[in-house]
C-alpha cells in the first residue's frame, strides 16, 4: 500500500498538479468554468483508482466515474464553441451520466448531477440534459452487460410518525457524521502539506499508517 500510495502521489507531482483538486474541480468549473478541464484527468483517476484498489487502499467509484466523465465532456466545449452556461449544462449532464452509469441508478445519478449546481439555485436549462445523459449512459452500460452490485434489504419498515422522526434523527446524525469525516480529513491534509514538503511521500507515510 505504501508502494502504491507514492507511485500513484508521483503521477499527480509530475503530471497531474493541476487536476489534484478532482470533484473540487468539477464543482469548481459548474460554478465559475474558466480553463478547460484537462483531458489527462480521466486517464489519471481510472489507474489511480485501479492502483489503489489493486495496493489495498480505499478508493469509491463515484468520484472516478465523475472526473473521467467530467473530463471527456469539457473537451467538446472548444471544437464546438459552447458558451460558459452551455459548459455548465455538459458538464452537469456528464456528472449525472457518470454517477448514474456506475451505480445503475440514472434518475439518482440525474438529481445527483443537478444537485452540484444547487447551492441557491436550481439551474432548469440542465434538467432535461441532466436526465437524458442519465438514462442514455445507464443504457449503454448495460447494453455492455455490465453487472452492478446490488444491495438487498430484507425489511422495509412501514411510513409512520415514529419512522418519519427516526429517519430525521439519522438524517441530521449522518450529515454531522460526514460533515466532520471531512473537517478531519481537510485538517490532517494540512498537517501532512506542513510536514512533508514532497507530495508523493504524504501517501506513502499515509499508506504506511494504514498498513
Known sequence: LPIGGFFIGSLYYYL????????????DTIHDPRKIIPFRMAPLVYFGTIATHFFGGSAGREGTALQMAGAIADQFSKPFHLTESERKIIIIAAISAGFG????????????????FLIGQLKYDAIFPAFASSVIADFVTKLWQTQHTHYHINFIPDISFLNIIYAIIAG???????????KIIHKVS??????IAYAPLRPLVGGIIVA
Do not use: Q, R, W, Y
Open 172 to 182: 441530521i446524525t449522518f450529515g454531522l457524521c460526514a460533515a466532520t469525516f471531512s
Open 190 to 195: 494540512a498537517v501532512f502539506k506542513s510536514k
Open 101 to 116: 452509469s456506475v451505480f445503475g441508478t440514472p434518475l439518482a445519478g440525474a438529481i445527483f448531477g443537478l444537485e452540484v
Open 16 to 27: 497531474g498538479k493541476d487536476i489534484e483538486a478532482g470533484n473540487n474541480l468539477l464543482i
